[in-house]
């Protein structure tokens, strides 16, 4: 918590930090303005409505509240939302059903895009959210490279993984390629391929190009260049992330809500952006929040983002698992649920089984 909101909270009393409290934690539950007869019928000491007003009134002055137009009742602020959060926030225990949901995904295909599919849309199931599932990065070393055409104007690119994994890339040769073409730069990428990851190859091989430009014709130095930029290509991080429960966000209310979802849809197409801001939860570990304008990629939608790093055995940040909504979410309910996902996803996929 910032050292501005660490000061606000430790100088509000008591009874000021519970009307607050209460205000936050109603919203969140009905996303309705909390008016003061209202509170006053659940706070623990016996008060007037005009006494709860006044302390509300107090609360919109520092920022923490807000009263809408069309009520007399109070809001929380983004501010006011970040500072419970924060500060007064009482993360609940994950439920039997909601553990019984998560831990459903490790049936069926054993396939590492099957199982984050299955973990998206249980999350979204779940938290009637938006998931987000960035996958991880294809780190293997590489064992071997081959093209293959396909067409004149198309060809193949095969990687196959130490790991066992083989993935294939469609790109466009350079014209009038041959196949001792295609067998010369397989050759040429094979020599120094092995043992490497694709980012260390593709790092390797400017300089080698550079160095032996004489060894290769110039059709077999344009389908080196061509097939392994692919991986490079603007899908790649696309690619990488799993967006499930779009239609959960339309279980609004008002219009103004659904002027905002329609922009979130808007971001959520722009799938390349959210990746590359996930990869900012490789920095640090747990689940982290984001409410509304602090993550800028969704400022304009006001939502706000709960999200967690995963690890593979050697405990390095490999992807991330989160669940984006309105900023009203039952954040209590989602962290511990984005948290277990988190943790249950990096033990799969380092080769363990849930004890």
């Known amino acids: 918590m910032s050292e501005q909101r660490s000061k606000l909270l430790t100088e509000m ?14 919203y969140l539950v009905s996303g309705e303005p909390v008016g003061s007869r209202t509170l006053t019928r659940s706070l623990s000491e016996r008060v007037s409505a005009a ?55 490790t049936a069926g295909e054993a396939g590492v ?49 130490a790991d066992g994994q083989v993935e294939n890339r469609v790109f466009s040769p350079p014209l009038g390629h041959t196949p001792s073409a295609m067998r010369e730069a397989g050759n040429f990428l094979n020599a120094m391929a092995e043992g490497r990851t694709v980012s260390e190859l593709r790092g390797h091989l400017v300089a080698e190009i550079t160095r032996r430009r004489q060894e290769l014709d110039v059709a077999a130095r344009d389908l080196v260049e061509r097939g392994l930029a692919v991986w490079d290509g603007s ?17 609004q209310g008002d219009q103004v809500d659904l002027d905002r979802i329609r922009v979130l849809f808007d971001d ?3 799938k390349r952006d959210i990746a590359e801001f996930l ?21 304009l939608s006001g939502s706000s983002l709960v999200v967690s790093p995963y690890m593979n055995a050697d405990r390095k940040i490999i992807g991330a ?4 909504g309105p900023t009203r979410l039952n954040y209590g309910r989602i962290v511990p649920i984005v948290d277990y996902t988190a943790q249950l996803v990096g033990r799969l996929l380092s080769g363990e089984r849930k004890g």
């Open 268 to 270: 959520l197409e722009r």
């Open 235 to 251: 899908d790649a991080t696309t690619e990488r992330l799993i967006v499930r429960g779009r239609a959960n966000l339309l279980d």
């Open 51 to 105: 006494t709860v007003r006044n302390v509300m009134q107090d609360l919109e002055f520092l920022g923490l509240l807000d009263s809408p137009h069309t009520s007399a009742g109070r809001v929380p602020t983004q501010l006011g939302l970040r500072m419970f959060v924060d500060g007064l926030m009482e993360v609940g225990t994950l439920t039997a059903e909601d553990r019984e949901a998560i831990d459903a995904t």
């Open 321 to 324: 698992v989160g669940v984006i």
């Open 13 to 26: 009393n008591d009874r000021s930090r519970e009307v607050f409290r209460r205000v936050v934690e109603s």
């Open 113 to 161: 895009a099957s199982l984050l599919d299955r973990v998206g849309h249980a999350l979204s199931g779940i938290t009637h959210g938006a998931s987000l599932v960035l996958t991880p990065k294809r780190e293997a070393p590489i064992r071997h490279i081959e093209f293959v055409s396909l067409a004149p104007d198309r060809a193949l690119v095969v990687l196959v993984f």
């Open 279 to 299: 990869e900012l939860t490789e920095t640090g570990e747990g689940v982290r929040i984001f409410i509304g304008s602090e993550n800028k990629l969704f400022s």
